[in-house]
């Protein structure tokens, strides 16, 4: 476990500046609120899944947590009159969360081997809303958007965005922001490792 956290910041602390010097390339299509979150939904053409959660903690949040039914359709449904989430299948309709799967190898067809960045439970719900015939095991992390509409997909390639949450309008304080950190590194050295494999 400490190896994979110190494998997880020396990607991060690389990763994070290189997120801000790529900034341009990433353009913020809209925001909105629920139960006092902030959610922005970004363009980026092309963009992994840790470059897209490098960019959220770069910029103060974390690629967004859909713990519950509620949220997920209040988030999708403020952001489907962007044009972005279109009922096209594919991935460049299609933007990160933050669930990551917790298989080793990459290639689970489980819906329950996933986790949440944040570390809030992943729960028989969240492992209900994968779209028919996912997951597939083409694993990285999670999108939203599979065939035009709020159901997860995982996805080992890239996408074209990632929806950022951030918790209010507070200034985090140092505990969580740091949980939130060693949390997104622990992901990052998981698939350090496997780019390394
Ligand atoms: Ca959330
Ligand atoms: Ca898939």
Redesign the pocket.
């Known amino acids: 476990m400490r190896k994979t956290l110190r494998t997880g910041l020396l990607l991060a602390s690389a990763a994070i500046p290189l997120a801000g010097l790529n900034a341009s390339a990433a353009s913020m299509i809209d925001s909105t609120t629920y139960g006092g979150h902030t959610y922005e939904l970004w363009a980026d053409t092309g963009v992994s899944w840790e470059n897209a959660l490098s960019a959220a903690v770069g910029g103060g949040g974390y690629l967004a947590t859909l713990t519950d039914p509620a949220e997920t359709s209040a988030v999708y449904g403020d952001f489907i009159g962007t044009g972005f989430f279109t009922s096209n299948a594919g991935q460049a309709h299609q933007a990160w969360l933050g669930g990551y799967t917790t298989d080793s190898g990459f290639t689970t067809i489980d819906p329950n081997a996933w986790a949440w960045i944040n570390g809030d439970a992943w729960t028989a719900i969240d492992a209900g809303n994968f779209a028919a015939g996912?997951?597939?095991g083409?694993?990285t992390g999670l999108t939203i958007n599979r065939f035009g509409t709020s159901k997860w997909?995982?996805?080992g390639g890239t996408v074209g965005g990632y929806i950022v949450e951030k918790d209010g309008t507070r200034v985090p304080d140092s505990g969580s922001t740091l949980a939130l950190l060693a949390s997104a590194c622990a992901a990052m050295g998981a698939l350090g490792r496997r780019i390394l494999k």
């Open positions: 996912e997951p597939n083409d694993s997909n995982d996805e």
